[in-house]
């Protein structure tokens, strides 16, 4: 006699904290045992069946398919008489475990024990029996009392079909295609939670795949998956995996060393049959790419969970480890985790619970939960914490003196008469003063602005740092114009309004360019850390100012529009000696070498040496000190220079020159330098 039972098994709710786990599903029934039987357990179609005979307990489920032509034998008690028996049935592990009189099977759990078909050392008919009293019961739902028969079967629902190995290749390769793709424009944050929810699927095919052993690796390209089957005892030990070796990249491979509380299992609860623990090595970054841009080492992040269980605030922390090359000694390793924001954005690195310690060859991450985590590579100045300080205190001792000094000679220079070329120079110097003003009271409150508990007025402050500083890369630029004008244009031709025109250029284009960048996105501009993950009494500092906090936008348009202004005011430079060279008046050596050192500073040549922040060692030491000092005193020197060079004028009444600019007279070969 078959009964059909049409019930469903219903979703695992997981473990709770304290590691207990409960079954998916329970049968229970009497079976007179009168004589010596076994129990049986071999693969059968979609469904769990429980059949019953004098000689064996059959018991069936659908089995990996190299181990369809296989079943398990276990020997049932020689005593005779009612056994009182119970199937549990548990989704998250796929496992089956029979507790038969005061025994208990783990139905298939050590594959080598399995018997070929054809192998039996003889074939009995077997006489269906009934099992009485029978019971059964679903996670959620109530026990429902069946009537007594000799076998029954339990249709599976989708979600409990079996998973196989070939399924879970099938969604790494997809997962892999979909990573390989480029992102559309402006679609990364969805292009990002669009790979992750995918991750996540295959996060739950692989708490479910039918293994062939303990532990299975699956995966051949960007994204690897690794199950780790834990059998829980009463002692639990600690769990250590490594990585195969990797050759060709930053990283060479990891070990992950779990501690033994993940395992504890209470004694009472010995239907937890198995842990299972997942381990994702995924080769890209492209999920887990924040806003800022940040790089983790080698593309690496490694993904640790416990299948169904949260696992946060451990007393033994997780040791995660990565092999890698040498490290450049400008960036600092630090330990992270992979933070989901909530609010729809991509997400963000977040070192909390984390601890990092760095070796020659390898980074240790100890964490106190698990989840996704990377190393990521904090750029860090190849100085001692020493010099930066002394940086800063130069740093912001220049710019006071500079602001104060731009202001005194914005004031000698509008005093003073000069000629109508001559008045064009002055003005265009006390403009690129004013801009130098601007830049270095609103650097020196910058830092300010960002501490105070308003991101309104940071933004503000952000903005107006990015403008003094275009502000002052332009009228640069406008110099450089101002020198081809004099000295290389052969007719010094009179420009109707040239100072408005140059006005307009030089504050209206750094405008128009801060109001493109604020207006694209407000946030482009606000607080901006730069982190300084040098330790310092045991901790690590940040320093915090009102700037771009966009990376992209930094390098494009400041690094790119001082590389232009650079470029073209080196030409103009390089023009001016050429015609010092050529007049060569014996005498005024002096006056030609002050004459080249302020135009230098004029032109903003000694800015190039950022271009040296790229190098290491002392060279580039030596390079920041010598940069610091100079861009911050650069209005201070430009005073100097203007007074020197009316000293030098006084001197030399009968000179011709201006000492303010150099200057071609119109129709004449002689040229005058001032």
Avoid at 460 to 476: I, N, P, Y
Avoid at 525 to 553: D, H, M, Q, R
Wanted: aromatic share 10%; proline share 4%; charged share 15%.
């Amino acid at each position: 006699m078959k009964v059909l039972l049409l019930l469903l098994l219903s979703p695992l709710q997981g473990m709770g904290a304290s590691g207990r786990q409960e079954e998916d599903f329970r049968f229970c029934g009497d079976r007179n045992q009168t004589q010596n039987s076994s129990v049986i357990y071999e693969h059968g179609p979609a469904t769990i069946s429980i059949e019953n005979t004098a000689q064996a307990l059959i018991i069936k489920r659908p089995f990996l398919p190299n181990r369809r032509n296989s079943y398990y034998k276990y020997g049932l008690p020689s005593a005779l008489g009612r056994y009182r028996f119970c199937v549990y049935w548990f989704k998250a592990n796929r496992t089956l475990r029979l507790v038969y009189g005061k025994q208990s099977f783990l139905l298939g759990g050590d594959p080598s024990s399995s018997i070929t078909r054809g192998k039996e050392t003889q074939k009995t008919e077997r006489t269906s029996m009934s099992i009485f009293n029978v019971s059964c019961i679903s996670k959620g739902g109530k026990n429902t009392s069946l009537d007594s028969a000799s076998e029954y079967f339990f249709p599976a629902s989708p979600e409990s079909m079996p998973v196989w190995e070939q399924d879970v290749e099938a969604q790494l390769t997809a997962l892999d295609g979909l990573i390989a793709q480029p992102p559309a424009p402006a679609t990364g944050a969805t292009e990002q939670r669009m790979l992750r929810r995918k991750l996540g699927e295959l996060e739950k095919t692989l708490a479910k795949v039918e293994l062939e052993g303990q532990n299975q690796t699956f995966g051949k390209a960007t994204v690897h998956a690794t199950v780790l089957r834990v059998q829980p005892t009463q002692a639990p030990r600690h769990l250590a995996f490594a990585s195969q070796r990797e050759e060709g990249g930053e990283v060479h491979g990891f070990a992950v060393d779990l501690p033994s509380s993940l395992f504890v299992t209470a004694k009472e609860r010995e239907e937890v049959v198995e842990h299972r623990v997942l381990l994702m090595d995924i080769n890209s970054q492209t999920m887990f790419q924040d806003e800022n841009s940040s790089h983790v080492l080698g593309d690496k992040v490694v993904g640790i969970s416990l299948v169904d269980t949260v696992v946060a605030n451990l007393s033994n922390p997780v040791v995660l480890t990565f092999f890698h090359d040498q490290l450049p000694r400008n960036v600092t390793p630090l330990c992270v985790f992979w933070q989901e924001d909530t609010s729809g954005s991509s997400g963000s690195w977040d070192s909390y619970g984390c601890t990092t310690a760095t070796g020659g060859s390898q980074t240790v991450c100890r964490c106190n939960h698990l989840t996704y985590f990377a190393v990521l590579m904090v750029s860090s100045p190849e100085i001692a914490y020493i010099h930066r300080d002394y940086l800063s205190i130069i740093t912001y001792i220049g710019c006071l003196i500079s602001a104060l000094a731009s202001i005194c000679t914005i004031f000698f220079l509008y005093f003073r008469s000069k000629q109508r070329d001559q008045i064009t120079s002055m003005h265009i110097h006390m403009n690129l003063l004013g801009a130098i003003f601007l830049l270095d009271v609103t650097f020196l409150i910058s830092e300010h602005l960002a501490s105070s508990s308003s991101e309104a007025v940071c933004r503000a402050g952000g903005l107006f740092l990015h403008f003094s500083l275009l502000s002052c890369l332009t009228w640069m630029g406008i110099e450089g114009y101002n020198l081809y004008r004099l000295v290389i244009e052969v007719f010094n031709a009179y420009h109707d309004h040239l100072l408005l025109k140059l006005c307009l250029v030089g504050w209206g284009l750094p405008f128009f360019c801060v109001m493109l960048i604020f207006l694209a996105s407000w946030t482009n501009y606000g607080p901006f850390s730069i982190p300084v993950y040098e330790s310092v009494g045991g901790k690590s500092t940040n320093a915090t100012i009102c700037w771009i906090t966009s990376p992209l936008i930094h390098n494009v348009v400041n690094v790119g529009f001082f590389s232009l202004v650079f470029l073209f005011n080196s030409v103009m430079l390089g023009a001016m000696v050429r015609e010092i060279l050529r007049q060569n008046k014996k005498g005024h050596k002096l006056k030609h070498v002050l004459a080249l050192f302020g135009l230098s500073i004029l032109l903003g040549i000694p800015w190039a040496l950022v271009f040296f922040s790229f190098t290491s060692g002392v060279f580039r030491l030596v390079s920041l000190y010598i940069f610091t000092i100079i861009n911050s005193l650069q209005g201070f020197l430009i005073f100097l220079w203007y007074w020197t060079m009316v000293l030098q004028a006084r001197k030399s009444p009968d000179s011709q020159s201006s000492s303010d600019s150099v200057k071609l007279q119109p129709n004449s070969s002689q040229s005058h330098l001032g």
